[in-house]
């Protein structure tokens, strides 16, 4: 068996490396977002998970080396809303500290950030990924379930761009809610930050998906440059992938400016899917739409050595088959019952 401190590179059943790792920090959010948390599902009575379920900064921390080990070398913090756990940028600080972590991003909403943007880059922090789904306040407040005006999301992204810290904009686009807004978005957001544009995807179980809601890419790059919905996209060109797994398929105007386009239903990309996702309860993911996982905090909390997380984390991995966009795009109305975003992140 190898040192604890000697990474060995697990792979899947598909040959897919373990290389990025998503951290859920807490169910919690503040926005109700009707593809996510729904608030007709996570309403006033909504029980959430108690503080003493959450695995605490320790014990993400001693997790995320084994995970390290095992061949992670990316961390990105998700939740529900990762901001509202009670010094994140603790965490920050001890995942940073640990040999082999070469980059650590965060998923967020934003709304926290002006409060927050400083100390999360002190601590260690790179990138934020922020979701902002229009610019349009009816569209936003209706999309975000609790009627909170994007100006908010946008201060957010001010406060991290003066912190010094890397920003995307991630954007779900659904056919009839958001689509025609999207171009307003690009020419708003495109000078200060990458955006991405994500099809809408049935995670979870409560967000009504339905394949007619799909916009696909080529009519989001039409969107963007106001040219037709049969062409690539008036004056966009590919981008060349920076890595084997890149999630997003990248597009830049004449300008340099860059579009990425997620898109999970329409070209899904399992083949390369190298994330695993820990959720704040200790149970471990091996895919976005998994309908169940392992859980690593009993374990962790009955006393088991590194040693033997480790070869937990091996067996997972090694049997990992997982390809659900794939299977859904091969038969036609697969359906199950899936972890809810809320629980992971995206």
């Not at 080396?65 to 990316?74: E, I, P």
């Not at 299977?327 to 109305?333: L, N, Q, V, W």
Request: proline share 5%; hydrophobic share 40%.
């Amino acid at each position: 068996m190898l040192p604890l401190n000697a990474q060995s590179v697990l792979t899947d059943q598909l040959g897919r490396p373990l290389r990025d790792l998503r951290l859920s920090v807490t169910d919690r959010c503040n926005l109700r977002c009707t593809y996510c948390m729904p608030k007709e599902v996570f309403g006033p009575d909504f029980a959430f998970l108690p503080k003493s379920e959450l695995l605490s900064f320790e014990e993400l921390e001693r997790l995320s080396r084994l995970f390290v080990a095992s061949g992670v070398n990316k961390l990105r913090i998700t939740g529900g809303e990762p901001l509202l756990r009670r010094g994140l940028p603790d965490l920050i600080a001890r995942l940073g500290a640990i040999e082999g972590v070469d980059d650590i991003a965060m998923t967020t909403n934003g709304l926290l950030l002006p409060r927050l943007a400083a100390d999360l880059r002190a601590a260690g922090l790179k990138r934020v990924t922020v979701s902002l789904d229009s610019l349009d306040p009816e569209v936003f407040g209706r999309m975000n379930g609790l009627g909170v005006h994007p100006d908010r999301v946008l201060d957010g992204i001010e406060a991290a761009l003066v912190a010094g810290l890397g920003v995307k904009v991630n954007t779900v686009v659904q056919r009839g809610v958001n689509d025609a807004s999207l171009g307003a978005l690009w020419n708003a957001l495109k000078d200060k930050a990458v955006l991405r544009f994500i099809e809408f995807m049935d995670v979870g179980n409560h967000n009504g998906w339905n394949l007619d809601a799909v916009v696909p890419p080529r009519e989001v790059l039409a969107r963007l440059s106001e040219g037709p919905s049969d062409g690539v996209g008036s004056g966009f060109t590919p981008v060349q992938a920076n890595y084997r797994g890149e999630v997003a398929t990248r597009y830049a105007d004449a300008e340099g400016h860059e579009a990425g386009l997620i898109t999970s239903v329409s070209s899904p990309f399992c083949g390369d899917c190298t994330r695993a996702r820990l959720s704040a309860v200790g149970v471990l993911y091996t895919c976005l739409f998994a309908t169940g996982g392992l859980d690593l905090r009993s374990p962790l909390r009955e006393g088991q050595t590194d040693a033997q997380l480790r070869e937990l984390l091996a067996r997972t991995w090694g049997a990992r088959r997982d390809r659900y966009s794939e299977e859904r795009g091969e038969e036609t109305g697969l359906t199950r019952q899936k972890v809810e975003m809320s629980h992971i992140g995206g």
